[in-house]
């Protein structure tokens, strides 16, 4: 018998961009009764959504992925609603699975959690060494509270919620909505129309300068399941490849891919966000034995060819 045939598995977030490589994930290793809420039918900032949720699945693994996410620009435009929506979806899901007596709870955080000048790689003990970077701090601190909780939930009632810290993910099924979207779509997005507009240059916000770890997200979602099997403690884990990449080179490996020809020029008065992200990653393989599988270099290509299969041929060009 697997670890997961006799799960119920409820994962929040189900449908999103990480959520629906978790499901696919558990569908492949034979976990039958998976439930996935919607925001429409099920808004989890609602208790009493939640608690009916928790009676009509009675789940005994939560992996809790819903979240209000995005880039420097949307983290900017929100700090208000992505502070309350990931701080109230996390706390109540949490207390009601502790009060409805729910064996597992795996909460998933994320790298914004960090201090902004925290030293690189960055260890799971420097958490708490400063305020994050300040455009996605209300986000960070959010998710960075339902560390908090889980583990003064284990100490005071035996609750069994671990905690994981992904770095930024990337993959297909990713948002490559401007408005929205993280580095790496927004990215293949621009300079793919630059480069079938025969753009002599192309304008990219911040100077190029900070650094990013990225996680493929299907490597993310095994990271997941990893450690819904195998994990049961207290302490966070980092979830990310141990490998930095500044987003001037990530720019010009993105733009050779997809045979852009013309200038990549730097807007400066736009924010840069975090110096430098890299994560020590030596937890989660001595833990639960994770090791990232994708290279950077695969990772993008499978990505840009979703995009081209799937997004691209819906967008409109304007040649003007
Ligand atoms: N993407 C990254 O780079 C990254 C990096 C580190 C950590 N993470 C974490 O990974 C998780 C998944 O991120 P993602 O990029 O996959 O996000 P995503 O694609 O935006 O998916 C998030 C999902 O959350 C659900 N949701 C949002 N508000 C909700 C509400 N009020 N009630 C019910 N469901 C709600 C949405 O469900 P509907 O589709 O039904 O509206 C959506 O599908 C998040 O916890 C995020 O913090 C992501």
């Known amino acids: 018998m697997s670890f997961w045939s006799d799960k119920r598995v409820l994962v929040t977030g189900g449908a999103g961009?990480?959520?629906?490589?978790?499901?696919?994930?558990?569908?492949d290793r034979g976990c039958a009764n998976v439930f996935v809420p919607r925001s429409k039918a099920c808004d989890l900032r609602d208790r009493d959504a939640i608690i009916r949720l928790y009676e009509k699945t009675k789940p005994n693994l939560i992996i809790h992925l819903a979240a209000v996410v995005g880039g420097i620009g949307a983290n900017r435009e929100n700090p208000g609603r992505f502070f309350y929506d990931n701080a109230i979806m996390g706390i109540q899901l949490m207390e009601y699975a502790r009060a409805f007596q729910i064996p597992k709870f795996v909460q998933v955080g994320t790298v914004c959690a960090y201090p902004k000048y925290a030293p690189v790689p960055f260890t799971e003990e420097n958490l708490w060494d400063g305020y994050p970077e300040e455009t996605n701090a209300p986000y960070g601190l959010a998710k960075k509270m339902l560390l908090v909780q889980?583990?003064?939930?284990?100490?005071?009632?035996?609750?069994?919620?671990?905690?994981?810290?992904?770095?930024?993910?990337?993959?297909?099924?990713?948002?490559?909505?401007?408005?929205?979207?993280?580095?790496?779509?927004a990215l293949i997005r621009k300079l793919s129309e630059a480069s079938k507009m025969?753009?002599?240059?192309?304008?990219?916000?911040?100077?190029?300068s900070p650094t990013?770890?990225?996680?493929?997200?299907?490597?993310?979602?095994e990271g997941i399941l990893l450690a819904a099997e195998k994990y049961d403690g207290a302490k966070p884990?980092?979830?990310?490849?141990?490998?930095?990449?500044?987003?001037r080179d990530l720019a010009k490996l993105i733009g050779k891919k997809v045979r852009y020809a013309g200038q990549i020029e730097w807007d400066t008065t736009k924010p840069n966000?975090?110096?430098?992200?890299?994560?020590?990653?030596?937890r989660a393989k001595e833990l639960f034995g994770f090791e990232a599988k994708t290279s950077?270099?695969?990772g993008i290509a499978k990505?840009?060819?979703?995009?081209?299969?799937?997004?691209?041929k819906h967008c409109e060009i304007n040649p003007a």
């Open 296 to 298: 950077l270099q695969d």
């Open 150 to 185: 889980a583990q003064a939930y284990r100490q005071q009632y035996g609750f069994n919620a671990i905690y994981l810290l992904p770095v930024n993910l990337y993959g297909p099924r990713d948002n490559f909505d401007l408005e929205t979207s993280h580095v790496i779509p």
């Open 198 to 208: 025969a753009k002599p240059e192309v304008l990219l916000w911040g100077d190029g």
């Open 273 to 282: 966000g975090q110096p430098r992200r890299c994560l020590d990653v030596s």
């Open 212 to 221: 990013r770890e990225f996680l493929y997200v299907e490597d993310a979602a």
């Open 303 to 312: 990505t840009i060819t979703w995009f081209q299969t799937h997004v691209d």
């Open 17 to 27: 961009f990480l959520g629906s490589f978790v499901v696919d994930k558990l569908g």
């Open 237 to 247: 884990v980092n979830l990310g490849t141990g490998e930095e990449i500044s987003i």
